[in-house]
């Protein structure tokens, strides 16, 4: 009777653990399926971002040298990279050292002057060529966000 009553006891406590092991395995598959669902989301709003960004580009609305600052760390969330378009990506290299903000402030106004000439010479030299790569950009997130669909 005392077996019995161990063995009972003993199948009890396997069937209680193999519950709870289940429990924690679905609550695992959901949040699986959560951070699967957030960064399914986050890779959606990222590609609307740089969509936007290479539209207000094309339409003169944002600055080449600004647009490719942008858009570089975008790709770069979604497994790109700015590389691919050698246009933009020789902007790019110009301009990403360059001061911005309270640092160009500090800057005196013939140092300021010489960067800028710099970046929009850059920026005509390769504008036909970086505005082909946007619609090329555009195409690729369109295609991107069907996956996603």
Known sequence: M????????????????AGYAISLFMKLNQNKNKLKLAQHERYY????????????????????????LRLKPLLDVLGKSLKNFPAM?????????????????????NERMKLDLERESKEVELEEKIKIELYQLIIEIEQFKKVLK
């Not at 005392?2 to 199948?11: P, S, W």
């Not at 709003?45 to 003169?60: G, P, T």
């Open 2 to 17: 005392f077996r019995f009553f161990l063995i009972v006891l003993a199948v009890l406590i396997v069937v209680s653990m």
């Open 45 to 68: 709003k990222v590609s609307e971002s740089i969509e936007i960004i290479a539209k207000a580009m094309l339409s003169d609305q944002c600055d080449l040298s600004e647009g490719v």
């Open 89 to 109: 990506w020789e902007l790019y290299q110009v301009v990403e050292d360059m001061p911005i903000l309270d640092a160009r402030k500090q800057l005196k106004r």
